[in-house]
């Protein structure tokens, strides 16, 4: 007879280190000086923040202090409004980031046209 033997793997953090570092997170301290204090890298840190739901990745702005939109969601929402095919829209991703932006401001600012 076959036995098992299952390995138990010790856990990275104790429940302990856990709650100081949520609480340390929560209060603004940032994930490198917590890394820091633990003796971790900073990517454990940041992997177990987000396995317990806390961690917010940063969000990215533009030049301009806009949402950074990438050019094949530009390209996909020109293609969706005009009711273009996969291959069309993929034709237009190859475009300039400028010109798709620029397509997509005329599209939401535009009024419907109305057939006389």
Known sequence: MATS???VKAPNYTPEQETAMQADY????????IAESLGKSARSVVAKLSRLGVYKAKEYKSKTGEPVQKKDETADAIGL??????A???SLTKANKTALVKIW???CDSKPVMAE
Do not use: C, P, Q
């Open 5 to 7: 033997t299952k390995t």
């Open 26 to 33: 929560a209060a603004g301290v940032s994930v490198e000086k």
């Open 81 to 86: 409004v005009l009711k273009m095919t996969e």
């Open 88 to 90: 069309e829209i993929e």
């Open 105 to 107: 401001k005329m599209i």
